[in-house]
């Protein structure tokens, strides 16, 4: 079993910057990558970014060049630098990790003001 909390969410005007954080729990050595995803209200769940277990990154279209994900293996933490905020990047930001299951955290809302 793994454990994930989510932290750093908040209330930022537009253009400013948030730092989520992922912390993992439990049997961190059966992850493979971990990722986040978000959720706004009335739409379905969709990617943001992931990391895998060797580094490599990939991003949605939609934040390329504005967020950037990494982890921190000694803290067992993954993050999620968010730079030059939308209005429509308000959402719940969720992370996920993937070992043979999926493991969800339980959220952390972002709203941007315009």
């Known amino acids: 079993q793994v454990q994930l909390v989510e932290s750093g969410g908040g209330l930022v005007q537009a253009g400013g910057s948030l730092r989520l954080a992922c912390a993992a729990s439990?049997?961190?050595?059966?992850?493979?990558?971990m990722g986040w995803y978000r959720q706004a209200p009335g739409k379905e769940r969709e990617f943001v970014a992931r990391i895998t277990s060797g580094g490599s990154t990939n991003y949605a279209d939609s934040v390329k060049g504005r967020f950037i994900i990494s982890r921190d293996n000694a803290k067992n933490t993954m993050y999620l630098q968010m730079n030059s905020l939308q209005h429509e990047d308000t959402a719940v930001y969720y992370c996920?990790?993937?070992?043979?299951?999926?493991?969800w955290g339980q959220g952390t809302q972002v709203t941007v003001s315009s």
């Open positions: 439990g049997s961190i050595y059966t992850i493979n990558h």
């Open positions: 996920k990790a993937t070992s043979w299951v999926e493991y």
